[in-house]
């Protein structure tokens, strides 16, 4: 009923760009997360959007990563500019119905398998 797929992690430079997508199906309205995890670290949020536009961000992304979305498409963007060797992880989306409400990793619902971003020093 409900699918969260992510796509566009990659292996790039330190200072460069990349942008990841994330589609979600089965919800008319939604807040939609992107989460980063290493090994033996705990999982944190990144970003967040909700279906009005209202955009949260982690302090150590502000002023680097935007994210945006096509409401019609249900796709939800993760733009990174001047990427950051710390910034390698892999990169979860997560989406929840409940638009209103600012949640916690814990709270999404929904979470797709994750795509792997690389930034080489």
């Known amino acids: 009923q409900v699918q969260v797929v992510e796509s566009g992690g990659g292996l790039v430079q330190t200072g460069g760009s990349l942008r990841l997508s994330c589609t979600v199906s089965g919800y008319n309205r939604y807040v939609v997360g992107w989460f980063r995890q290493v090994p033996g670290k705990d999982r944190e949020e990144v970003a967040s959007?909700?279906?009005?536009?209202?955009?949260v961000y982690a302090d150590s992304v502000r002023g680097r990563f935007t994210i945006s979305q096509e409401v019609s498409k249900k796709t939800v963007y993760l733009q990174m500019n001047s990427l950051k060797p710390e910034d390698t992880a892999m990169y979860y989306c997560?989406?929840?119905?409940?638009?209103?409400?600012?949640?916690?990793?814990?709270?999404?619902?929904?979470w797709g398998q994750g795509t792997q971003v690389t930034v080489s020093a």
């Open positions: 959007i909700n279906t009005p536009g209202r955009q």
């Open positions: 997560a989406a929840d119905p409940r638009w209103y409400a600012l949640l916690s990793e814990k709270n999404y619902e929904h």
